[in-house]
């Protein structure tokens, strides 16, 4: 029987080769690519750190971004899993004690993986394989810690140079800053506890840079704010910048800038004059109708939908000549980007200017006519828009809408599988247009025959 | 004008060369008429690299003391000899402002007699009929130390100082308060004028005047080149002369915010914010500047922050509309931002759609703080250079 040495090196038989635990599990005999060794205390006890955390805890907690495959010696191969509280059998194999005794119970009389058997039932605790496990897992663990706090230090420590910086410098601290959040979404906490949002929306003022500005509008649009925080930040200084930066900024800076101004309407002590701004409206406009950047459309249309909720913007949104610039648009939009732009042209409708101008662009009736029945959302928006408009003008509009097929389209809306109330509105519609025709003229222009009226 | 240097130097050629055999009449010709082309191929190149920013706006909305900061943060400054020259036009301002401060007492001691607020004491009665007659000439003495002694005398009276509160119903300057405190300074023999003495310096700005510099950080390194041009500000025939600065690369509009209470100087009865609202709107119709951007800087900040404690917004017929907020800083915010709005909306409501698309950018200046406009004057560049950048599809 050999000597029993804490560090000692075991000859293993037929093999000549001398191995220690320590080896053994750095060069990765074990598995574990990484590397290191187990951790070893200053009198030489292996594992003894490792012990003081729970082995199941760290087992759960190791998530698979570790990059890395359990060793297979340490999977319990009736569940698969990772043994916590390794037993051996006669038969020399080891399994969770847990599944082997629930293996016995059930009646079977072998080992599972040999199929030999069992002439003693007795399980053994296999304390070395056990330790194996917990050097393993602890190991791993503490890396991930220490990594993880090495990215919440580095964190920290771009805020604090970012305080410090001036001019080019503090562009390339922001430029770092949101590199860092980008990777690792983890720093948020350590961003906004080391002063870093306070810091980042003291820098947006009448004096800032475009350049500074862009990074900032950047970063925070990628962190999730708090109330105070998003409070401190709508001032109307800050708001007229992003205002200006939606207008000079790359597509990138202009779709965070709406993705900003969107994060600051969600809030209760949001005030709509913050975005009754004829340049922010322009540049919404000019983006929405930027042909060669479609994210930058719907991100456009999503703010401008926003912002077309607030009554007392929606006049201005009509004077800087959203609707005919809107309603051109509609035939080249994309599927999803008809539904926001629906909706913008029917909260306008709401508004006597909006009316005007709706009626006064000669494409709007034959568009709304040809985009009813493409969706739900679409349908509804179309018909109150259609409404507003025929009901400020019935003879002139009811005839161009019936003339554009009106008529069989809202048939198929009445007879569709759409809400009831949506359908009940599309009927009054229908009837406010066959007014001024006799019925049968009225049917021959809505091309419909006797059965179907 | 090229055509018609290329005439006077073929009838030169037939002229002066009637000795010589007809080709080498010709080369020598063909030389010149080259060499004169290469040279204004040269300029028109050069010129193209040079931006230029035209200065417009009212009357004292601070033209000229940007011109003077653009002078003295991007060029040598002002030397010796040109400071000196500034003395006796910072004298003459001090005369011309205590004159229009004891005439404007007479005048609202006169329009409201049962009040004695505005009636200057016995002892400074003289001193002041002096001071009037002096400002009233051409040529103003130097400013002695006696004489400073009794304007400020004067000045602290108490009915000057009521006078003074009410200032925008006359056309009291706005840097009064800065020559009064520096009297005795300005009022030594060997006065020379610092810096700041020769920002707040008002002339009249007559004709055009223009200055040539090259902007701070990446734009000087590219060789971009600033041309600024300031012209007088008065209602005068604009009209004839404003086309020949078209395709300017950026006007620069200065609107003074705190004048909303005062009148013009060349018309009594005309509010100046208005009459800056209808210039602005001018500027904007003119098809000369179809191209150029705009920046429009709200000027005299300071002024205004402290005005509108004071005196409500409305007072001007164009912000009738306005509902102060509160007090304090965030009345101050909520002001600014609805004078820019007003701002904002009338140059959208100017400008045709096709025009959209130039670059229009507000600023909050106050013109006097050089650190201020050094920091703007960084923005317009930014802005300018963005825009470059822009037009030529390279963001």
Known sequence: MPQYRQQGQWRLEGRGQVIDLQTAVKDGILGGRSGGGLLAEKDGTLVTAAEKFDLKKMVDELDSAVGEDVPSVFICPISLEPMVDPVTLCTGQTYERAHILKWISLGHLNCPTTMQELWDDDVTPNHTLRQLILAWFSQRHLLSKKRSEDVQGRAAGLVQSLKKAKGQGRVQALKDLLKLILDQPSVEKTVADSGGVTHLSSLLGPFTSHAVGSEVIAILVNLRLGTDAKTNLMQPAKISLVGDMLNEGTIDTKINCTKFIEMLMGEKSFRSEFVSSPSLLVALLRLVKDERHPNGIAAGLSLLKSVSFHEHVRSLIVSIGAVPQLVERLPNLLPDCLEPALHILDNLSATAEGQMALKNCPQTIPIAVKLLMTSEACTRHGVSILWNIINLAPDVCASLAIEAGLGAKLLFVIQSGYDAELKQRAAYLLKLCSLNYTTTLFMSKCKLTRTIQ | ?395
Not at chain 2, 284 to 303: A, G, H, R, T, V
Not at chain 2, 313 to 333: H, T
């Open chain 2, 1 to 395: 004008m090229r055509s018609m240097l290329s005439l006077s130097i073929v009838s030169m050629g037939s002229f002066c060369s009637r000795q010589q055999p007809l080709n080498e009449v010709d080369a020598e010709e063909n030389i010149q008429a080259a060499e004169i082309d290469r040279r204004i191929a040269q300029e028109t190149k050069a010129e193209q690299h040079i931006h230029k920013l035209l200065l417009l706006g009212a009357g004292e909305s601070g033209k000229s003391t940007i011109f003077k900061q653009i002078r003295l943060l991007f060029q040598t400054g002002f030397d010796e000899v040109e400071l000196k020259s500034y003395a006796s036009v910072i004298h003459a301002n001090v005369y011309q402002t205590i004159k229009i401060l004891y005439d404007g007492a007479k005048e609202l001691a006169q329009n409201d007699p049962s009040s004695s607020k505005y009636v200057v004491c016995t002892e400074n009665k003289d001193i002041g009929e002096k001071l009037s007659e002096i400002g009233s000439k051409m040529d103003y003495p130097y400013l002695t130390k006696e004489i400073a002694k009794e304007i400020t005398t004067l000045w602290n009276d108490p009915a000057i100082q009521e006078t003074y509160s009410h200032g925008n119903k006359l056309q009291v300057p706005d840097c009064a308060q800065y020559f009064m405190e520096n009297l005795e300074r300005f009022s030594e023999a060997t006065y020379v004028p610092t810096k700041e003495d020769v920002l707040h310096a008002r002339v009249r700005t007559t004709g055009v005047v223009e200055i040539q510099f090259s902007p701070v950080g990446e734009s000087r390194k590219s060789g971009e080149v600033y041309r600024l041009y300031d012209v007088g500000g008065q209602r005068n025939e604009r009209r004839k002369w404003i086309h020949l600065f078209e395709g300017v690369t950026s006007v620069i509009f200065c609107a003074a915010i705190s004048e909303y209470d005062q009148l013009l100087f060349e018309d009594e009865t005309k509010n100046r914010m208005m009459e800056t609202k209808e210039l602005f709107e001018w500027v904007l119709k003119q098809s000369c500047f179809e191209k150029s951007s705009f920046m429009l800087f709200l000027n005299k900040f300071d002024i205004f922050e402290k005005k509108i404690q004071k005196v409500p917004l409305n007072v001007c017929e164009w912000f009738k509309d306005y509902q102060p907020v509160g007090s304090g800083r965030q009345e101050v915010e909520h002001a600014y931002e609805f004078v820019k709005k007003k701002y904002e909306e009338l140059y959208f409501q100017n400008s045709k759609p096709d025009r959209v698309d130039r670059a229009f950018k507000i600023y909050r200046t106050t013109v006097l703080d050089q650190k201020l406009i050094k920091k703007t004057f960084k923005l317009v560049d930014e802005t300018l250079r963005r825009r470059n950048l822009i037009e030529a599809g390279l963001l």
